[in-house]
Nanobody, 115 residues
Framework: QVQLVESGGGLVQPGGSLRLSCAGS????????MRWYRQAPGKQRDLVAS???????AYADSVKGRFTISRDNVKNTVYLQMNSLKPEDTAVYYC?????????WGQGTQVTVSS
């Protein structure tokens, strides 16, 4: 079936950068949104960034100016470039694809921002 696989997480110091990748496979159908969520321990899963099929992007206020979502249609991959990372960015980051009838999720990749 459909598979989304996140990668690129790891440990980084405050002020550092990481780029997350979400590679898709299988027949997903018409995708309205590709989105990145994150969830810290004991907290809800929050929307971080989204990109539409037309390339329109949106960001949570907490990451505006620091994170950039993009896509490579040839590689069937969505990216999240994270700059100026803060300890509060520490979370498991999940890739999400929304279609008319289904929502697909990856298993997540851990991002830890610590000195």
């Amino acid at each position: 079936q459909v598979q989304l696989v996140e990668s690129g997480g790891g440990l980084v110091q405050p002020g550092g950068s990481l780029r997350l990748s979400c590679a898709g496979s299988g027949r997903i159908g018409s995708i309205y949104y590709m989105r990145w969520y994150r969830q810290a321990p004991g907290k809800q899963r929050d929307l971080v960034a989204s990109i539409t099929s037309a390339g329109t992007t949106a960001y949570a206020d907490s990451v505006k100016g620091r994170f950039t979502i993009s896509r490579d249609n040839v590689k069937n991959t969505v990216y999240l470039q994270m700059n100026s990372l803060k300890p509060e960015d520490t979370a498991v980051y999940y890739c999400n694809a929304e279609t008319f009838s289904n929502s697909y999720w990856g298993q997540g990749t851990q991002v830890t921002v610590s000195s």
